[in-house]
């Protein structure tokens, strides 16, 4: 037995080595600009799934913004098989997005409750169909995470002039999450852009939460650079009418 014993060790103990060189390999692969994959950020986010490090981000938001994320990506991977289910999905994560939207004053509070009343309009869409694409979901999708970008990134603003480092690092690392998630559903995460600015944003918050290593100059240079992507999906992604659909006037 003792002999079956020590295999085992040996087998783990060689799982274990390959599985940290490559995930040794994985950060130096990422840093690598796009050849020939700009669509596969949005191929995850059609099908309803998060790369592995969104999912460990994802769990590390707040945990009103994290039920958010988790909600909306529930609500993607059942909308063709069980669209009433996926509605009510989204109708709780809009009531989140609501709710904040009226604690936070500004353009940012405005957004989130934009937002959060498209995605309350597509979820009765769905309630009514027995058939649905999942594409229709693009649209309040990308709107609703450059809403919650938006948000994390006024609020990383608020906290790095209070030199509240590690809230400002917080709220930065959330609004680098929301953006990636923006860019993938709009179709636009490949884009070198959003690719350089997420990446350089993580960092920059993960300097703050750590407290070392901070560059005041960078922390600036970071939350500009969120607010400028932010603006330019805000601006791609924003709801256009559609027929049949808008409601008559009221006195």
Do not use: C
Request: no cysteine; hydrophobic share 35%; aromatic share 4%.
């Amino acid at each position: 037995m003792s002999w079956k014993r020590t295999l085992t060790a040996v087998v783990a103990l060689a799982w274990t080595q390959a599985l940290a060189q490559t995930q040794e390999q994985e950060p130096r692969t990422m840093e690598q600009p796009p050849t020939g994959t700009q669509e596969q950020p949005m191929g995850g986010e059609m099908q309803g799934q998060l790369p592995e490090q969104l999912q460990a981000e994802e769990a590390a938001l707040p945990p009103d913004w994290s039920r958010t994320s988790r909600l909306l990506t529930q609500a993607r991977t059942e909308v063709t098989r069980d669209p009433k289910r996926a509605a009510r999905h989204i109708h709780d994560a809009a009531r989140i997005l609501d709710r904040h939207g009226r604690e936070i004053r500004g353009q940012p509070g405005a957004d989130l409750r934009a937002a959060a009343q498209n995605l309350n309009t597509v979820a009765e869409d769905l309630r009514r169909q027995e058939q649905v694409d999942a594409t229709m979901l693009d649209q309040p999708y990308a709107q609703a995470f450059t809403a919650m970008a938006s948000y994390h990134q006024a609020r990383a603003q608020e906290h790095w002039e209070r030199r509240a480092t590690q809230d400002a690092g917080e709220s930065l690392r959330a609004a680098a999450f929301f953006l990636e998630r923006a860019a993938m559903a709009a179709g636009r995460g490949g884009e070198e852009t959003v690719r350089v600015t997420v990446r350089e944003t993580r960092r920059v918050a993960g300097d703050l939460m750590e407290g070392v290593g901070v560059v005041p100059r960078e922390v600036g240079q970071a939350i500009s650079a969120v607010g400028r992507e932010v603006e330019n999906l805000g601006r791609a992604v924003k709801p256009r009418g559609r027929a049949g659909r808008r409601p008559p006037p009221t006195e």
